[in-house]
């Protein structure tokens, strides 16, 4: 399917404003806002989908956890604050290696309670999958 053909319908005003709706309640239960959506930092692009201070914070933490080798080998890492700690990580072309998916799990464990998953790019390819952990031997 190209882009062109992605399939449109219309909604009512009524549809509208109840997406709206949900949309802003889910903003505002995610918590203090930053007064931006994302930044740089040492590097490498953070962004959290509503803006959420905690969430930016984490990601700073997170990279301040990685190895220093290996946290120049990222692009981004976008925090989707609609899921809650749900990461996708894009590793900068040409500089993926094996270690760096568990390096990353370990940095965020370490810096964190867990994650509901961790999705790592090199690019536009997928690179790994990292499934929900919230260090729970029993799940």
Not at 10 to 20: K, N, S, Y
Request: aromatic content about 10%; some cysteine.
């Amino acid at each position: 399917m190209k882009d062109r053909d992605i399939p449109t319908f219309d909604l009512t005003p009524e549809q509208t404003a109840l997406i709206r709706l949900q949309y802003d309640l889910d903003y505002a239960e995610t918590g203090p806002k930053a007064p931006v959506s994302g930044f740089s930092y040492k590097g490498v692009r953070l962004e959290s989908r509503f803006s959420v201070l905690a969430e930016l914070d984490t990601m700073r933490e997170f990279i301040d956890a990685l190895p220093e080798l290996m946290a120049r080998r990222l692009v981004s890492v976008w925090c989707d604050s609609r899921a809650g700690a749900s990461y996708m990580i894009d590793v900068r072309e040409g500089y993926w290696v094996a270690e760096i998916e568990w390096a990353i799990r370990d940095a965020i464990m370490k810096v964190s309670s867990g994650h509901n998953g961790i999705s790592i790019y090199e690019g536009r390819n997928s690179r790994a999958d990292i499934d929900p952990d919230w260090g729970d031997e029993d799940c």
